[in-house]
């Protein structure tokens, strides 16, 4: 199915294109730059993978597979050079100036495995979404790139008075990357948001910021939601209306959506990541409670 082929198209890539990012521990202010370059597989093994990055002030970076693609123990953990294992969510940075930020790839376009951060486990790797013990995936492909936004979380107690006073869903914001090119998991993109969509998925608010990355063809030409319609017609209606139906073929009402059912310029989305950053903050400095997510 196109799941497995995607999934094994991230695993067996032998080369990739550069993605630039500064790296930096929440709160200190050295920063370093690190290049995913050519990432190369490490070891043929199947239950532990490792794909070696060269980088410019540090020998190397891995991403490290462990456990097999479509199984209840496959994990994509993000290792330093020491083999120190770091957080998807909280270590790789959020902004990266000039309206730019790093987006981490969970679920490549075309693809249905439902991959998110595991944010309840230490040093938060990626894996494929449970559900009463069986592994999820959506009833059709995603025709976007999908993932997150490190450093930013939606606080399950805050209220949203603009959302019809919905509150967070306790997660990193979701973005969706509308480039042509189909990314890799756990891959780290230079995105630029656009849009921002209001998604109330059982009561709880679920941004979902509409991006490109930077090195796709179109990104030159897009910087705010009019552009969106203008290069890529009928994109955000069927962002919304993917994201409203992908339920119903399992017996479940469609999603709503706030903001009067339409999307947000970018300006609104650049507020949303602001938000969430600094609610993102105060959770990791223990301002607000976590209950069981995983703050290393």
Known sequence: MAATRAIAVASNTTTASATCLLFKKPFLSKQSTLCFKNLKPASSLVSKRLFTC??????????????????????????????????????????????????IVEIPKESSAKMEVATDEPFTPIKQDTKK????????????NYGLLPQTWEDPKLSNAEVEGAFGDNDPVDVVEIGESQRKIGQILKVKPLAALAMIDE???????????????????????????????????????????YKIPDGKPENKFGLGNKAANKDYALKVITETNESWAKLVKRS?????????
């Open 203 to 245: 009561g709880e608010l679920d941004w979902k910021i509409v991006a490109i990355s930077l090195d796709d063809p179109k990104a030159s030409l897009v910087n705010d939601i009019d552009d969106v319609e203008k290069h890529f017609p009928g994109t955000l209606t069927a962002i919304r209306d993917w994201f409203r139906d």
């Open 133 to 144: 013990g069986k592994l999820r995936y959506y009833p059709y492909n995603i025709n976007w």
């Open 54 to 103: 060269r980088a410019i002030y540090k020998p190397e970076v891995q991403i490290k597979e462990e456990g097999q693609p479509e199984t209840l123990d496959y994990r994509v953990f993000f290792v330093e050079n020491s083999g120190k294992k770091v957080s998807p969510w909280h270590d790789i940075p959020l902004h990266l100036g000039d309206g730019v930020f790093n987006f």
């Open 288 to 296: 607000v409670r976590g209950g069981d997510l995983s703050l290393v």
